[in-house]
């Protein structure tokens, strides 16, 4: 596929399969495996729905934020 081919050029895209996919009411987690990353992505239902995304299916994640920043309170 295209896509897959002109996302290698660009280090902010991972191409690889989804391997799981669990829906809530309003959210949804995707788990793409691509290559040695495995990619989280947590997103609302009705994109998954819309896009249709079931196991097995080739998929691109795109990393739009460079940093994540996790904190507790005290």
């Given amino acids: 596929c295209h896509e897959f081919t002109r996302s290698l ?3 902010n895209r991972f ?6 996919v ?3 009411k309003l959210a949804a ?9 495995r990619i989280l992505a ?3 239902r009705e994109a998954v729905d819309e ?3 079931e196991p097995g299916m080739r998929a691109v994640a795109t990393v739009k934020a460079t940093n994540v920043m996790l904190e507790v309170d005290e």
């Fill in 9 to 11: 050029r660009h280090p």
């Fill in 15 to 20: 191409p690889g399969t989804v391997i799981e």
């Fill in 22 to 24: 669990k829906r809530d």
């Fill in 29 to 37: 987690t995707v788990e793409i495996l691509a290559g040695p990353h």
């Fill in 42 to 44: 947590f997103v609302t």
């Fill in 51 to 53: 896009m249709g995304l």
